[in-house]
């Protein structure tokens, strides 16, 4: 099985009811992608993008906690965003690693949770750029993926994101090179630790727009991308999943 090829949308903390709109009219200019689609709005937006989009493109959360339910107020549970009728969840995001200290176990605990809810795991990693201009990044990539992804993790229940912290949302993009050579590592990786690594999603993420999406996918082991910004209206995430079709 190659590994399917996925535009995924992160819209971070952007976005309320209205902002559905875009959703209508990227469905209307792409009624038929060449890929999979995947849209991560706001935890209040899941139940009601899930509903408006039956299942014509995929619906995700951006963090679940590693446990079933109990007290732990302002958290969401895997299982609550399946309810509400997700199928993925986005998990170590590095803003979620910033603003609220996740660790590669935490990460790799949300992980476990989102597989027992029947969620895919959208499982990020990326360096610094501390961390790349001190010749640290496949080092530190290979440690995220170690520490990050648990035992069960198969090519159905688990897309790899790249992503790396100094590209988000600053306009700035690795060369194919750079994106090219980390790819690299992370299939090496997951082929020499799961039977079917070769199969994994991989994503790149990070300043991708409608201008530059053709040659990053042209990119050997890109599948497809996470994408925040541009993936906030239509008119820059339509021609991004056409360039993956
Ligand atoms: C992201 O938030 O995952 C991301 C890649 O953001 P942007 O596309 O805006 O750089």
Same mark, same amino acid.
């Given at each position: ?66 446990? !079933? ?58 360096? !610094? ?43 700035? !993009? ?72």
């Amino acid at each position: 099985m190659a590994p399917r090829k996925l535009a995924a949308g992160n819209w971070k903390m952007n976005g309320t009811l209205a902002s559905l709109a875009e959703i209508d009219q990227l469905l209307a200019d792409h009624p038929r992608p060449g890929c999979d689609v995947l849209i991560c709005p706001p935890a209040t937006l899941v139940h009601a993008l899930a509903g408006r989009v039956e299942g014509k493109i995929a619906v995700g959360g951006q963090d679940c906690h590693a446990k !079933t339910s109990g007290a732990h107020t302002g958290d969401i549970a895997a299982a609550q965003l399946r309810d509400a009728g997700a199928s993925h969840v986005i998990l170590g995001h590095s803003e979620r690693r910033t603003d609220h200290g996740e660790t590669d176990a935490d990460v790799a605990a949300k992980s476990v949770a989102a597989y027992e809810a029947g969620l895919v795991a959208v499982i990020c990693v990326g360096e !610094t750029e501390a961390q790349r201009d001190a010749g640290e990044t496949l080092d530190v990539i290979s440690t995220q993926l170690a520490g990050s992804i648990p035992e069960g993790a198969t090519a159905a229940n688990t897309v790899i994101a790249y992503e790396p912290v100094w590209a988000i949302g600053t306009g700035r !993009t690795p060369t194919s090179e750079q994106i090219a050579e980390v790819h690299a590592l992370i299939r090496d990786r997951l082929a020499a630790r799961f039977a079917d690594g070769a199969d994994f999603a991989l994503l790149y993420g990070g300043s991708v727009k409608p201008g530059n999406a053709a040659e990053i996918f042209a990119i050997p082991h890109v599948n497809g991308a996470l994408v925040g910004g541009a993936s906030l209206r239509a008119a820059d995430f339509g021609p991004i999943i056409s360039a993956l079709s």
